[in-house]
């Protein structure tokens, strides 16, 4: 197999109309349908870009034409593809339109980059690496935001192969195999840290695990992995083999090593921020240009049967886009005698670009306030 980046399906714009549809079960909205087809990840000189090239450039020389590379697979995926064909539970939360976003009741925004390894075993590639934007309704601070890049690895190997390597389990052979590469990789980027695995939960892998590492006197999940579940292999054209597979956050790496301080700088347009990084250099300290002071505005409200933060936060984004911080409940009481809960949200307004008025944020949060008595049946106190 070939380790030039392959001729997947290019990712096509989609219209507006075909992601914010007017279908019941539609809950994408305007701020998110312009992040489809940005594409940080293909921008060299971009953080995100230089650490997918950096992770490619470790594949390559340490598994010379191992992983074929998929970096254009459109966001907008079957929700099959995104659940049930990585075996997530039918019940599992990260179904919900709370957390994930629906294009209609069959189709979402991929919501991880698993959502490709079903079909990209089926077309017949045994070890492959898919970079892409993955969509999650969410809170809102300075390492979340709905829209992220991660990279997901697969490497499956035949009966022979593992035998061959003198092997007795094809299990163990795959984890061992998982480790090496994924500690190799770890080192590649952030040096000779210390580095420990920790048993997880993933529903397409057993055992599954998450690998951290200390850095700047913490430790750190850089990423989770593990051994692919027998059925995904069995069901998608590789009967019997074996597999292991990793999904990791290119922000959050890229955060740690850049000392990147807020994710929304990722989608910044400012050349103070993007002329700090180089195509292919891993050793860039960002150094912040401005700190402007965040503007902090409360608002407390008796909740409805289905108010939720992951509501709220998408609300606040509508109005104020990037320049809301972060978003975080302060207060929650439930009165002793009417059972009504209050809750008090404080909202942290920032631009990473230039002072804000009072009046500019005034108008933002008179506007979250009616929005948020308007469509999310809250009572504002
Ligand atoms: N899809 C997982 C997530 O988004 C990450 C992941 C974990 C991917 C384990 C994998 C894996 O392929 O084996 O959190």
């Known amino acids: 197999m070939c380790s030039a980046s392959a001729s997947s399906t290019p990712t096509v714009t989609v219209s507006r109309d075909e992601v914010i549809t007017g279908d019941a079960a539609n809950n994408v909205t305007d701020n998110i349908y312009e992040k489809i087809g940005v594409n940080l990840h293909h921008i060299d000189s971009h953080p995100l870009g230089i650490i997918k090239s950096a ?19 459109h966001p907008v995926v079957k929700a099959t593809a995104n659940f049930d064909e990585v075996l997530v539970p039918a019940d599992h939360v990260s179904r919900s339109s709370n957390d994930t976003y629906y294009v209609d009741a069959d189709t979402v925004l991929r919501c991880h980059t698993s959502a490709h390894q079903a079909e990209t075993l089926r077309k017949g590639f045994a070890s492959f690496l898919v970079t892409g934007d993955v969509y999650r309704r969410d809170s809102i601070d300075a390492t979340h935001y709905p829209v992220f890049h991660q990279m997901e690895g697969v490497r499956v190997f035949t009966e022979e192969e593992w035998k061959a390597a003198g092997a007795t389990d094809g299990t163990a052979y795959c984890e061992q195999e998982l480790k090496k590469a994924l500690e190799g ?3 590649e980027l952030f040096g000779d840290v210390e580095m420990r695995w920790i048993d997880a939960y993933f529903p397409f892998t057993e055992p599954s695990f998450e690998l951290e ?11 989770g992995c593990g051994v692919m579940e027998q ?3 069995d069901s998608n054209g590789r009967e019997g083999h074996k597999a292991w597979a990793f999904g990791l ?16 700088l990722f989608w ?14 891993l050793d860039t300290k960002f150094k912040p240009y401005s700190k402007f002071p965040p ?12 108010f939720t933060e992951n509501n709220l936060c998408e609300l606040v984004r509508g109005v104020a886009g990037d320049l809301v911080e972060e978003v975080k409940l302060i207060d929650d009481f439930t009165h002793p005698k009417t059972g009504k809960t209050s809750n008090c949200f404080r909202i942290a307004y920032r631009s990473m670009e230039r002072s804000l008025t009072d009046d500019e944020i005034n108008s933002l949060q008179e506007e979250v ?3 948020m008595a308007g469509q999310l049946g809250v009572e504002l106190r």
């Open 369 to 371: 306030r009616a929005q």
């Open 185 to 187: 990789l770890a080192k």
């Open 295 to 306: 503007c902090f505005k409360d608002v407390a409200f008796w909740v409805s049967e289905d």
């Open 249 to 264: 956050g290119l922000e959050r790496l890229a955060m740690v090593l850049f000392d990147i301080p807020d994710i929304r």
């Open 231 to 233: 059925q995904i292999l």
């Open 55 to 73: 992770i490619y450039s470790f594949f390559d020389r340490n598994y010379p034409d191992t992983f074929t590379k998929f970096d254009d697979l």
């Open 213 to 223: 590492i200390f850095f700047n006197g913490q430790w750190l999940e850089v990423l």
């Open 268 to 281: 910044t347009s400012d050349q103070r921020f993007l002329k700090q990084f180089k195509a292919g250099a």
